[in-house]
């Protein structure tokens, strides 16, 4: 049965995104000038609920930003995207996080002062236990303390709520943490570090890793690819994704929209390869609009 409007649940980081422009990346020690520089409210877990309510989802984000203004600006960002920011906790001790993002024409770099962020332990995640428990699916990161993210993740399986981990930025996990996640959404990096398959993702010998990885957490990889799209298996069958040819403005919150946007498909009742295909096609968009919450696509744009 297909649920018209899902509730989903983001438990994550927010940050201010200052976004400069330049030609190329600088070498060591060397000054450029840049072309421009934006102020973007940004953070995976808050482009991912972005996503996600642009996308037609009823959204609740728990996190934190500082008493400053960038908080300020941040939560009124995403109010005006329709999320719920009742459970986004405004910390005095801490300022809110920040990300400095240098983007060129082929790609960007990201440096992040986590901040507030580092509030969201497991103490802060168990307050809201309810809103986790109520969600018909639940997305995290790894932008917040593991011990935070590993509380979500327990507190949902706890009630049978579905969900996905976004193992990103890349960090070695517990098997206990990775075993509480329904889904799993690394890229090729990623999954060889999480998963020791080097030479397997190297090799393209993708449904060897997935497969073994299926069978040790008990959990569906999806594997993001960038500009080829995503694999995934179902029903014992390696299926490939691909990305639509696009032009691309800016690839920041990329992988964050795929993450939503495959979220949506599965808690509206989408079959796995159904609510791929959404996430692709969404992630390709997004890449084609500059920042990475105003370039989230909506519904009817993702499925044209």
Known sequence: MKVIKPNIVIVGSLNMDLVVSTERLPAIGETLSGQSIHYISGGKGANQAVASAKLGADVHMIGAVGNDEFGKIIIAAMQSYHVQMDCVDIV?????????????????????????????????????????????????????????????????????????????????????????????TPNEIELAQLGGQLEDVVTADWI???????????????????????????????????????????????????????????????????ALSLAVKAASLSVGRFGAQPGMPTLDESQA
């Open 92 to 184: 005095e001790h801490l300022p809110t996080g920040v990300a400095v993002i240098t983007k060129t024409k082929e790609d960007n770099s990201i440096i992040i002062v986590p901040g507030a962020n580092a509030y969201m332990t497991a103490d802060i995640v168990n307050k809201y236990a309810d809103i986790i428990q109520q969600a018909d699916i639940l997305l995290v990161q790894l932008e917040i303390p593991l011990d935070g993210v590993q509380k979500a993740l327990q507190l949902a399986r706890d009630a049978n709520v579905t969900t996905i981990l976004n193992p990103a930025p890349a960090q070695k996990l517990s098997d206990e943490l990775i075993s509480l996640a329904d889904y799993i």
């Open 208 to 274: 060897a890793s997935m497969k073994r990885w299926n069978e040790q957490y008990k959990q569906k990889v999806v594997l993001t690819r960038g500009k080829d799209g995503a694999a995934m298996i179902v029903n014992g069958e390696l299926q490939f994704v691909q990305a639509p040819k696009v032009e691309v403005v800016d690839t920041t919150g990329a992988g964050d929209c795929l993450n939503a946007a495959f979220g949506y498909g599965i808690a509206s009742g989408m079959n796995e390869l159904d």
